[in-house]
C-alpha cells in the first residue's frame, strides 16, 4: 500500500509527498488501516490531524460501513473522503460507453485487434515497418511534415479500464494505423500459422471495414478527446478541488455542445475517413440492416435513426447523466461551500454564511468562539480583496492561498487562511501513488528481484522525492553516516 501525505507549506503551496510503501497481509479495510497506523506512529503522526482522504473507488476502500473510510471516519470524524476524480472520469467514459450494445462490440473488437496484431513481436515489426512505408511515402509526396517531435513510432496497445487515457491513446492509435493494421491482418490471414489464427483476421476484416466500426471510432474518439486533456490536468500536484470540480462543469459543456452541434461534423468526419480507406459509405436514408433476425424492425427504421438518434444521441446522454452521478459529491453542500472560496470574478460566489457553516465541519479547527471570530474577519476579508488590485486577477484557491501569503494577508485573516488550507488538502487525485507504484518496475528490475520491503521503500523514497534529495551534499550524507556509530576511520 502506497501513502501519500498532501499539506500547504508556509509559503501557500500544496505539496504532496511519497510517505513510503506498507505491506499488509491483506486488502481487506482492517488490514490497510492497521498499515497506516504502523506508517504514521513510525513518523509521529496522527490519524487525528487528518482533514481529508482520497482513495480510488474500491469498495474496501469506500465501503460505508467495513471501509477503509468508514474506519478512518469512526477514529476521526473530520476526515472527509473525495473519491479520486481521475478514477472517476475513467468509469464513466469507459465502463458506462460499453453499456451500450455497439460501443461494447466495439472495444471488444479493439481487445481482439490488440491480441492478434499485437500479439507477437513479429506482427508488431511488421506493423512498423508497414507504417515506416507510408510514413517514408508521405514525406516523398509532401504530404507529411517533417520536423522536431513529427511522425513519432505508434504502436497498438492494449487498453486498460484502470490507466487513465488508456482507450483514448489506443484508439488514436488505431485511427493513425488503420491502414497498416488492414495490411497486417490481411497477411494473417493468408500466411496464419493455422486455421484459427487465419479465421480471426479475416473475421476482424469483415468487421473493421464496415462504416458502423469506423463511426463508434470516431464517436469514442471524440467522446474520449473531450476529457483527455481534464484527465491529464486532474492528475497534478498543485491542483485544488474548485478547479476539479470547475473542469468536470467544463467537460459535461462539451460534451453538450457535442450532442447539440456535433452531428454533422462527426458524419463528415467519418465519410472523409471512410473514403480514404476505401470503405462503403452508407446513405443515411437507406433502412438499417440489423444483424440478426431482427427483420421487422429494420424495416421501420433508417441509418439516420439509428446511428444519430440509438448511438450519437444514446452515448452522449448516458455520458452527461452518468458524470452527473458519479460526481455527486459536488453536489454535496460540503463541496459548495468551499466554491464560495473561489476568487474568480472578485469572489462572485462569495458566501459568508456557507462559509461559516463550513468551518463547522471542523470543530477541532474551529471552536464556538473562532466562529465568532471568522463572522468578523470575512465580512473585513471580502471588502479587502475586492478592493485590493493585487488579487483582481486571482484564479483558483491554489493562487489565493500563495497571494495571501506573499502578501502577508495571511496574518491578518489567520481564520479565513485556515479554512483555506483546509479546502486545499482535500485530495483530488491519486495520481502521486499512481506514479509510485509505476516507479516500482523501475526500482525493483529483474536484476534486484530479492529487494527487501524496507529497501525497495527507501530506494522508491530517494528516487520520487529526488527534487529534494538533490540538494542534500555528499558531505551531509557522510557527516551523517559518521555519527551512526563509532568507526575505525574518518570517511
Not at 51 to 76: P, Q, T, V, W
Not at 216 to 235: D, P
Not at 293 to 300: C, G, K
Request: proline fraction near 1%; charge should be neutral; include cysteine.
Amino acid at each position: 500500500m502506497g501513502i501519500v501525505i498532501r499539506y500547504v507549506n508556509k509559503s501557500g503551496c500544496i505539496i504532496e509527498r511519497f510517505l513510503g510503501l506498507v505491506h499488509v497481509t491483506d486488502t481487506s479495510a482492517a488490514s490497510l488501516k492497521k498499515g497506516i497506523d504502523s506508517l504514521f506512529s513510525t513518523y509521529g503522526l496522527s490519524i487525528s490531524s487528518l482533514r481529508g482522504l482520497g482513495y480510488d473507488g474500491a469498495s474496501n476502500m469506500r465501503g460505508e460501513f467495513n471501509g477503509l473510510k468508514s474506519l478512518i471516519l469512526k477514529e476521526n470524524s473530520q476526515g472527509y473522503y473525495i473519491h479520486c476524480f481521475a478514477h472517476q472520469l475513467q468509469l464513466t467514459l469507459v465502463a458506462v460507453a460499453k453499456k451500450h450494445v455497439s460501443v461494447s462490440s466495439f472495444f471488444n473488437t479493439v481487445a481482439r485487434l490488440c491480441n492478434v496484431v499485437g500479439g507477437s513481436c513479429k506482427r508488431m515489426d511488421m506493423l512498423r515497418e508497414k507504417q515506416i512505408e507510408k510514413i517514408l511515402q508521405g514525406i516523398e509526396n509532401d504530404e507529411i511534415q517533417t520536423g522536431r517531435g513529427l511522425n513519432k513510432q505508434r504502436s497498438l496497445k492494449r487498453p486498460s479500464d484502470t490507466r487513465w487515457s488508456s482507450h483514448y491513446g489506443t484508439l488514436m492509435n488505431l485511427i493513425h494505423l488503420f491502414s497498416s493494421i488492414i495490411e497486417v491482418l490481411e497477411y494473417i490471414g493468408e500466411n496464419g500459422k493455422d486455421d484459427a489464427q487465419k479465421a480471426e483476421a479475416v473475421d476482424l476484416l469483415d468487421i473493421i471495414n464496415r462504416f458502423e466500426f469506423v463511426f463508434v471510432l470516431h464517436l469514442m474518439r471524440k467522446i474520449l478527446g473531450i476529457t483527455h486533456e481534464l484527465s491529464q490536468v486532474l492528475q497534478k500536484k498543485d491542483q485544488d478541488i474548485i478547479n476539479a470540480v470547475n473542469l468536470v462543469k467544463v467537460s459535461k459543456l462539451h460534451l453538450q455542445e457535442m450532442r447539440d452541434n456535433g452531428w454533422e461534423i462527426l458524419l463528415s468526419t467519418v465519410s472523409k475517413f471512410c473514403s480514404v480507406e476505401d470503405i462503403n459509405i452508407l446513405s443515411m436514408e437507406d433502412v438499417y440492416a440489423v444483424r440478426g433476425r431482427s427483420r421487422r424492425r429494420s424495416e421501420a427504421m433508417t441509418n439516420l435513426y439509428y446511428y444519430q438518434a440509438d448511438l450519437f444521441y444514446s452515448v452522449i446522454d448516458t455520458q452527461l447523466h452518468e458524470l452527473n452521478n458519479r460526481f455527486d459529491e459536488v453536489n454535496t453542500d460540503l463541496l459548495l461551500s468551499m466554491a464560495c472560496l473561489d476568487p474568480k470574478g472578485r469572489f462572485s460566489s462569495f458566501d459568508k454564511n456557507k462559509l461559516i457553516w463550513l468551518a463547522t465541519f471542523y470543530p477541532q479547527d474551529f471552536s464556538p468562539i473562532s466562529l465568532i471570530e471568522l463572522e468578523c474577519q470575512l465580512d473585513t476579508f471580502i471588502i479587502d480583496m475586492r478592493l485590493d488590485e493585487n488579487f483582481s486577477e486571482v484564479v483558483g484557491i491554489a493562487n489565493l492561498a500563495q497571494k495571501m501569503v506573499a502578501t502577508r494577508i495571511d496574518d491578518v485573516f489567520p481564520l479565513v487562511y485556515l479554512l483555506i488550507k483546509l479546502s486545499l488538502t482535500l485530495p483530488v487525485a491519486t495520481a502521486t501513488v499512481e506514479r509510485a507504484f509505476s516507479a516500482m518496475n523501475i526500482i525493483k528490475s529483474p536484476l534486484r528481484n530479492r529487494m527487501g520491503d524496507k529497501l525497495l521503500n527507501d530506494c522508491l523514497v530517494t528516487y520520487i522525492e529526488k527534487d529534494i534529495f538533490a540538494g542534500i551534499t555528499n558531505e551531509t550524507i557522510m557527516q551523517r553516516f559518521q555519527k551512526m556509530k563509532n568507526r575505525r576511520g574518518m570517511l
